[in-house]
T-cell receptor, first 109, second 116 residues
Framework: KQEVTQIPAALSVPEGENLVLNCSFTDSAIYNLQWFRQDPGKGLTSLLLIQSSQREQTSGRLNASLDKSSGRSTLYIAASQPGDSATYLCAVKGDKIIFGKGTRLHILP | EPEVTQTPSHQVTQMGQEVILRCVPISNHLYFYWYRQILGQKVEFLVSFYNNEISEKSEIFDDQFSVERPDGSNFTLKIRSTKLEDSAMYFC??????????????FGDGTRLSIL
């Protein structure tokens, strides 16, 4: 049974720092993995989609990596800004779609 | 920028009643989805819909649930006889191509469903 875990559950860092969010999954038989952000009271915003054949994807200050064999993905945020404060979710698609519970990120001005 | 809109933002319904949640996807999108998030829990995929039929569904999406695209703009989720455990935030999403998680999706802000 696929399980997706995101650690830590919450993270506070000073503005300007680079940071890494982690996502781990137990079954490496996935088609793809996607990172989302969720702002309070809002829906999800898709950030980066990594197909199973890819190792990483980049968009602006965001870089997501995927290591299927170890069941890990990381989301790297460079030069963090207060506007990056949100909950970040990862989700994997295998025979089912499973979301992690998210990491609540707070960027301190 | 085009948005996915959901109505109502909050729906309160008595247990056992039918409820319909409404969504207007982005106009040139072809794939439509419903997800739910019980308070404090993970987001869960319910169903995807393409070409007027269900293309994928989860174990949660049982006979109590149905989806419909009644006209060219709306996409609805119906729960026939609501239970207390149906209380959750329900998110609609759409994408131009692909299935759930195959392509970036655009999400609405959700409908909070409260079952009394």
């Amino acid at each position: 049974k696929q399980e997706v875990t995101q650690i830590p559950a919450a993270l506070s860092v000073p503005e300007g720092e680079n940071l890494v969010l982690n996502c781990s999954f137990t079954d490496s038989a996935i088609y793809n993995l996607q990172w989302f952000r969720q702002d309070p009271g809002k829906g999800l915003t898709s950030l980066l989609l990594i197909q199973s054949s890819q190792r990483e994807q980049t968009s602006g200050r965001l870089n997501a990596s995927l290591d299927k064999s170890s069941g890990r993905s990381t989301l790297y945020i460079a030069a963090s800004q207060p506007g990056d404060s949100a909950t970040y979710l990862c989700a994997v698609k295998g025979d089912k779609i499973i979301f992690g519970k998210g990491t609540r990120l707070h960027i301190l001005p | 920028e085009p948005e996915v809109t959901q109505t109502p933002s909050h729906q309160v319904t008595q247990m056992g009643q039918e409820v319909i949640l409404r969504c207007v996807p982005i106009s040139n999108h072809l794939y439509f989805y419903w997800y739910r998030q019980i308070l404090g829990q993970k987001v869960e995929f319910l169903v995807s819909f393409y070409n007027n039929e269900i293309s994928e569904k989860s174990e949660i999406f049982d006979d109590q649930f149905s989806v419909e695209r009644p006209d060219g703009s709306n996409f609805t989720l119906k729960i026939r006889s609501t239970k207390l455990e149906d209380s959750a935030m329900y998110f609609c999403a759409s994408s131009r191509t692909g299935g759930p998680l195959n392509q970036p999706q655009h999400f609405g802000d959700g409908t909070r469903l409260s079952i009394l």
